[in-house]
């Protein structure tokens, strides 16, 4: 397996550019997430999904979108970068909702200059 | 206040030395509890779930008060691999996890 993948690795995007990261896993696990990092503040959840077709909003949602087409897949759309953007950003997945490990992504650099 | 808080470190160690993180927690409906390990430009992997009686798994020992909101890591003869930044992470039944800001330890030679 080769758990969560995340592409690109290092993005540069100028203020207003709109962009998608990528997020695919292949364990089939229902719950899947995206978290921003930045120095000091720990991850933090943007978006959610508990399965196909169900998304919902984490802690800090705005300026950002999701969909969840299939089990697999849980793209993160920037739609118009700003330099508060600038993060690393992890996608992450688990099975279900109950206490179990949650298993992340290697991330994506992402800068808006 | 955050709702998960962590010693703010950096710990400088020698090899060899014993290290305690403590992480306290806000909201007394958590019902599970996680030590992350994040190496440097990484993504986050679990270390080790804490129970309610404490667990040890090799050089490491987590316990969990719930009385007091408080959980601790302690890492027993250091070792230079041990270089990470270690996450306190809290999760509530059917719930989003919640992480800590994490406690930065740099075990030196």
């Known amino acids: 397996n080769a758990g969560v993948t995340q592409t690109p690795k290092f993005q540069v995007l100028k203020t207003g550019q709109s962009m998608t990261l990528q997020c695919a896993q292949d364990?089939?696990?229902?719950?899947m997430s995206w978290y921003r990092q930045d120095p000091g503040m720990g991850l933090r959840l943007i978006h959610y999904s508990v399965g196909a077709g169900i998304t919902d909003q984490g802690e800090v949602p705005n300026g950002y979108n999701v969909s969840r087409s299939t089990t697999e897949d849980f793209p993160l759309r920037l739609l118009s970068a700003a330099p508060s953007q600038t993060s690393v950003y992890f996608c992450?997945?688990?099975?279900?909702?109950?206490?179990?490990?949650?298993?992340f992504g290697p991330g994506t650099r992402l800068t808006v200059t | 206040r955050k709702e998960v808080e962590q010693d703010p470190g950096p710990f400088n160690v020698p090899e060899g030395a014993t290290v305690a993180f403590n992480c306290t927690y806000s909201?007394?409906?958590?019902?599970?509890f996680f030590w992350y390990r994040q190496d440097c430009r990484k993504e986050p992997k679990l270390l080790m779930s804490v129970y309610s009686s404490g667990n040890e798994d090799g050089r490491f020992t987590a316990q969990l008060n719930r009385a007091s909101q408080y959980i601790s890591l302690l890492i027993r003869d250091s070792k230079l691999s041990d270089s990470a930044t270690y996450l306190c992470?809290?999760?509530?039944?059917?719930?989003?996890?919640?992480f800590g800001p994490g406690t930065r330890l740099s075990v030196l030679p």
């Open positions: 992470v809290v999760n509530k039944y059917g719930q989003n996890f919640v």
């Open positions: 364990m089939n696990h229902e719950y």
């Open positions: 992450a997945s688990k099975t279900g909702t109950g206490v179990v490990e949650q298993y």
């Open positions: 909201n007394s409906a958590s019902q599970s």
